[in-house]
């Protein structure tokens, strides 16, 4: 039996809503055990092969050895190995191929003994899986795509982009051509900006109303990057300004070889020519093998602070995050966002060293992820995708259970074409007038010689 689960803790105070019909689906059962739910289904095509996902949301473990999970025929019957146990907040996939297949019309019935713990009917496969949203306690829905021993990816409703619909150029005729992709505020008087080929750090200033290369200190033409050992091509293609200095998302050596997802950190008040990094965290043996350029292309820092403060839910330790669990991280967490899957991942960085420790996943509920920024004033973390996802953006907030989830999703401004956006920063609310503050967004193909457009959002403030 292929059976598996995390250890992360979770608790849900919301009593479990009624679930609502989906593909002809009939109501489940009320719970008759403490905790354990039916939370997706994967009947077609899963991998590697139909399965059931289980959740705790209880806040204690429980000892699911001998439950049953049957279709809708009581012949066909998987029985759970003695000795599981699912931890509170836990999931465990039950792979029911090996005894079974689920059906086009089917169901997923749970038993602790002769009781009928949970079930779900539904009448045609989904596309995706069915997947209870919210996350454990909602009513079933068709995912956005299947989260196999995660948190449900569910369907958010997409609204119009929440500023003025107007966007304009930000940056003079093929000043930057192609490749220009991360983005970062730092104040509102620079804007760091990062080039994936070569790797390129920019100083950006005010030209006006739009944006330049900084002319003094060397920056005129941006300074070429290179990792700690002073050699290599990295592909810059994040980056953010942070208390511990300039920090840029990687995915390859553009000198060479294949995937390399490193975290690299600079000194942007050098007065060199180049810059070798100061500080080298080598992210790919923790993350899924990906190709060449499908590696990091975002990347956010959010204070321990705002962690804290929110209730964060810190999945290495199962218990509510604590910064003083990492000693020598500085004082927040890094975000960064994998292209191949949509999916971020937090890290505490140990600044004097090569060390780090993931602290948790998210999906951001895009198949990509083009970069990422927190947004303090509203205390939302943005999610962006380019024109793979038609230039949409997500906001993913601090749930009740401690875990960054989508809350929106909004469509690109009326007024920008679909470009192939991988940067976008958010100025700080010292910016507001009239109710609203500056974003940029940074084109990769210099579409029309322009990278750098702007627009407008809502100076929304934190809940």
């Not at 059962?29 to 997706?40: D, H, Q």
């Not at 000795?83 to 005894?99: E, I, M, N, R």
């Not at 620079?190 to 750090?201: D, E, F, H, I, R």
């Not at 990769?444 to 959002?457: F, K, P, Q, S």
Request: with cysteine; net charge negative.
């Amino acid at each position: 039996m292929r059976t598996h689960w995390r250890g992360h803790a979770r608790l849900v105070t919301a009593a479990l809503s009624a679930l609502a019909l989906a593909g002809g689906a009939l109501p489940a059962a009320a719970a008759a055990a403490p905790g354990v739910v039916i939370n997706e289904v994967e009947s077609n095509g899963g991998s590697p092969g139909d399965w059931v996902e289980l959740v705790n949301t209880s806040a204690a473990a429980v000892d699911v050895s001998g439950w049953v999970v049957k279709d809708n025929d009581n012949s066909h019957a998987f029985t759970i190995a003695s000795g599981t146990s699912v931890a509170p907040g836990g999931y465990l996939v039950v792979d029911v191929d090996p005894v079974y297949g689920l059906g086009s019309a089917d169901s997923a019935r749970l038993y602790r003994s002769s009781t009928l713990v949970d079930s779900y009917t539904w009448s045609a496969h989904a596309t995706t899986t069915y997947g209870r949203c919210a996350d454990g306690v909602g009513a079933f829905a068709t995912t956005t795509t299947p989260t196999r021993g995660a948190a449900n990816a569910c369907p958010v409703t997409t609204s119009a982009w929440p500023g003025d619909a107007a966007v304009t150029t930000a940056d003079a005729s093929n000043v930057f051509g192609t490749n220009l992709s991360g983005l970062s505020y730092q104040g509102t008087g620079v804007v760091w900006a990062v080039k994936n080929g070569p790797g390129t750090l920019y100083r950006l200033v005010p030209n006006g109303s739009a944006w330049r290369p900084d002319t003094t200190g060397g920056w005129a033409s941006g300074k070429v990057l290179h990792y700690a050992n002073g050699s290599g091509d990295p592909d810059a293609e994040g980056v953010v300004a942070t208390p511990d200095g300039l920090v840029v998302a990687t995915e390859r050596d553009n000198s060479g070889g294949g995937s390399a997802l490193k975290v690299l950190r600079y000194d942007g008040t050098s007065s060199a020519s180049t810059l070798n990094a100061t500080a080298e965290w080598n992210l790919t043996a923790d993350l899924p093998s990906v190709a060449a350029n499908s590696g990091l292309e975002a990347i956010s820092w959010v204070p321990d602070s705002f962690l804290t403060a929110r209730g964060f839910r810190d999945e290495h330790t199962g218990a509510a995050y604590n910064p003083s669990t990492y000693a020598g991280h500085g004082t927040g967490l890094y975000l960064v966002g994998l292209e191949a899957n949509g999916t971020v991942y937090a890290y505490a960085l140990n600044q004097s060293g090569t060390s780090y420790t993931r602290v948790a996943t998210v999906a951001s509920g895009f198949s990509g992820v083009m970069d990422l920024e927190f947004d303090p004033a509203s205390g939302h973390l943005w999610a962006v995708c380019d024109n793979t996802c038609q230039g949409r953006s997500a906001t993913l907030d601090v749930n009740a259970q401690g875990k960054f989830a989508v809350t929106a999703v909004y469509n690109r401004p009326t007024g920008m074409s679909d470009y192939n956006n991988e940067g976008f920063a958010i100025a700080p609310q010292a910016a507001c007038v009239s109710g609203r503050k500056p974003v940029l967004w940074a084109d990769d193909d210099n579409d029309g010689g322009h990278a750098l457009r702007a627009g407008t959002l809502n100076c929304a403030t934190a809940r």
